[in-house]
């Protein structure tokens, strides 16, 4: 049997749901004066120096705009390493897990001091059962995976950190 009160109950608990986010210190991330938009197209991020770090200062550019006069600037240091999974009977690998880790660096340009600091880590895997070139292009787009991942996991904790110091 179901009861007349559920409806009215599953409404009340719908439209309480705000208030209790607000209760808890819940804000948007880019409402006014928040770290969205304080972020926003004012973040220089140091030029990358291999192919890994390009993909990684790409995609946080697409998330954080590029900017023209920065108010920032973020220092990434990224490193990868492949690590065999799966060897055969004949000792060849046929699956890698590709884990990297990037230390990252917030820093105000008129004070130079660091808003944000920290380290991400993740992985991705690839085959290496079809050919030469099958591999090769596993290999890469396990690598612009990861970076994208990691970028992904640098900007939320940046647009989660307190810039307001």
């Known amino acids: ?14 439209l309480a749901l705000p208030l ?3 209760a808890c210190g819940f804000e948007p991330v880019y409402g006014p004066g928040c770290s969205g938009s304080a972020l926003q197209n004012r973040v220089s991020v140091e030029e990358p120096e291999t192919r890994d770090g390009y993909i990684l200062t790409r995609e ?3 998330r954080l705009g590029r900017s023209s006069a920065p ?3 973020l220092a990434l240091s990224a490193a990868t390493r492949a690590d065999g999974l799966n060897i055969d009977r004949s000792g060849n690998i046929n699956r890698y ?3 990297g880790s990037v230390d990252y660096a917030l820093r105000d340009l008129d004070s130079g001091v660091v808003l944000a600091s920290g380290k991400v880590e993740n992985f ?3 085959s290496t059962t079809g050919s030469t070139v099958a591999t090769l292009a596993a290999e890469t787009d396990a690598r612009e995976r990861l970076m994208t991942i990691l970028a992904d996991q640098i900007v939320a904790r940046l647009l989660a950190a307190d810039l307001a110091q």
């Not at 049997?1 to 719908?14: A, H, I, Y």
């Open 60 to 62: 946080i550019e697409t």
């Open 97 to 99: 897990n590709l884990l």
């Open 20 to 22: 209790v986010l607000t």
């Open 71 to 73: 108010t920032y600037a």
């Open 124 to 126: 991705t895997g690839y």
């Open 1 to 14: 049997m179901s009861s007349p009160d559920r409806p009215r109950l599953s409404r009340r608990l719908l």
